[in-house]
């Protein structure tokens, strides 16, 4: 990524991971292993688990048995280490844009969040003006990495999120989540109503990110060819290799950081830590008692239907067993 550090990515292993609701196993028995700068494919049909698994991987919901580790952390013993590398870029109900506000308001807003909460005292100490510069610098390099153009789109960077086309969502997503220079970045539903030149666009902008260092977890129907592809289906025992062409949580607000709020996917066991978590892109962890916290962040309800509902009912099946859905 050009003009921003790139923060180098991490292993993800796990085995014999599992997640059990009052209606049986989310998932069972996962298992794999991936070096830094891997895409990892989390495969399978809707309602198999593969959201609640993408969300345990990255430290925001709890694992019932087995073991995983991302970076050297353990889950899950160390899930607010893991939420801190790690940032969500497409997650609907979870980390969703808002579709009243428009490209540059959520960049603006992003960066403003990741200088607040992201960078050092020394850092929030610089004079105003190079401050300004710094994350101007960020957006610029995070749309880059994304392949956003705001040129390219009909009122520029005054375009509301509700005039996006599906892929042109996804990809501001993406930059969103960068700005936070996450070392793991996960994405739900990556191929859910693109067409196949659309998907091609997505699965190659994700492999260049994971070229660039950064670890990717994404969700889909299918893996693409060398990708690392996991199954959560317990039927499938969850193992995969790598593969060569087999073919309710801690909230985030819609710029990808976390949101205090009703729902969280972590509470599937118990509470990683008393007290909730804030907003942070890659879920750094502060006190959530209200002082810092902004309305505007709250999860919106405009996720896309479909595929998501059955994985929905499945983060919904973990919470319920602990009484906190």
């Given at each position: 990524?050009?003009?921003?550090k ?24 996962v ?90 005292l ?84 994700l ?16 893996a ?20 060569d ?74 919470l ?6």
């Amino acid at each position: 990524m050009q003009g921003q550090k790139t923060a180098p990515g991490v292993a993800v292993t796990a085995a014999d991971l599992g997640l059990k609701g009052p209606r049986g196993w989310v998932f069972r028995g996962v298992g794999f292993d991936a070096p830094p700068g891997s895409l990892i494919a989390v495969a399978g049909p809707s309602g198999s688990g593969r959201t609640s698994l993408l969300l345990a991987l990255t430290g925001r919901m709890r694992p019932g048995e087995g073991r995983a580790t991302v970076g050297g952390h353990r889950l899950p013993k160390e899930m607010s280490a893991v939420r801190r590398i790690s940032a969500l870029a497409h997650v609907p109900g979870v980390a969703d844009l808002d579709p009243a506000l428009t490209v540059g308001e959520h960049l603006r807003e992003r960066a403003l969040l990741e200088a607040r909460f992201g960078d050092s005292l020394r850092a929030l100490l610089r004079p105003r003006a190079e401050r300004a510069d710094r994350a101007a610098r960020r957006i610029d390099a995070a749309l880059a990495a994304a392949g956003l153009d705001p040129a390219s789109l009909p009122k520029g960077s005054r375009t509301a999120v509700r005039d996006l086309e599906r892929l042109e969502a996804l990809r501001l997503s993406v930059a969103l989540a960068l700005i936070g220079r996450p070392r793991l970045l996960a994405l739900d539903d990556t191929d859910l109503k693109l067409s196949a030149c659309e998907r091609a666009a997505v699965w190659s902008l994700l492999r260049s990110l994971a070229e660039a260092g950064t670890t990717v977890v994404a969700v889909c129907a299918e893996a693409p060819r060398g990708a690392v592809a996991v199954s959560a289906s317990p039927e499938h025992g969850g193992r995969r290799g790598a593969d060569d062409g087999a073919g309710e949580a801690v909230p985030e607000g819609r710029d990808g950081r976390e949101a205090a709020g009703p729902t969280r996917p972590e509470a599937a066991g118990e509470p990683d830590a008393p007290g909730g978590t804030a907003r942070d892109g890659r879920g750094m962890d502060r006190e959530s008692d209200g002082d810092t916290r902004d309305p505007r962040h709250e999860p919106t309800s405009d996720g896309p239907s479909g595929d998501g509902d059955d994985d929905d009912k499945e983060t919904a099946d973990a919470l319920a067993e602990t009484g906190r859905a």
